[in-house]
């Protein structure tokens, strides 16, 4: 099966800042399928990052970073431990993306996996 995925972003109700952003893969390769959200605003927080391979037999290891292939200061928020379930979080993670985007590599550790993300993310005026 070739990969592919799918992305919703819904806006929470009696919310003017706050997003959850649903992402279906399928097909996964091994190493991972980098992909990109695009953001309403270029400031942000993320409150809480759920992955979970649905189908297959496999782990991830998710980055989510403001450039593509993140490295470094590029790294917004990484998993600490591959796992078939991820649930983090964090101490609100605030980032700056100049292009309005986040970059997402849940880094499946085989191939054909079925991966459900879900990203709470609050935009905001400034850090």
Known sequence: ?????TVT???????NVDYVYDITETGSTSGGDEFSIDLPTATGRIFRLKVHVSSGSG????????AASASG??????????ASTVD??????SFFSSGKTL???NKASAGELTILTRIFIRE???L
């Open 1 to 5: 099966m070739a990969y592919a995925k």
């Open 9 to 15: 972003r819904t806006k929470v109700p009696d919310s």
């Open 59 to 66: 782990t991830v290891d998710t980055v989510i970073g403001v």
């Open 73 to 82: 200061n590029d790294i917004v928020l990484e998993n600490g431990t591959a």
């Open 88 to 93: 983090v979080q964090p101490d609100p993670v």
């Open 103 to 105: 970059y997402i590599n």
């Open 124 to 126: 905001t005026w400034g």
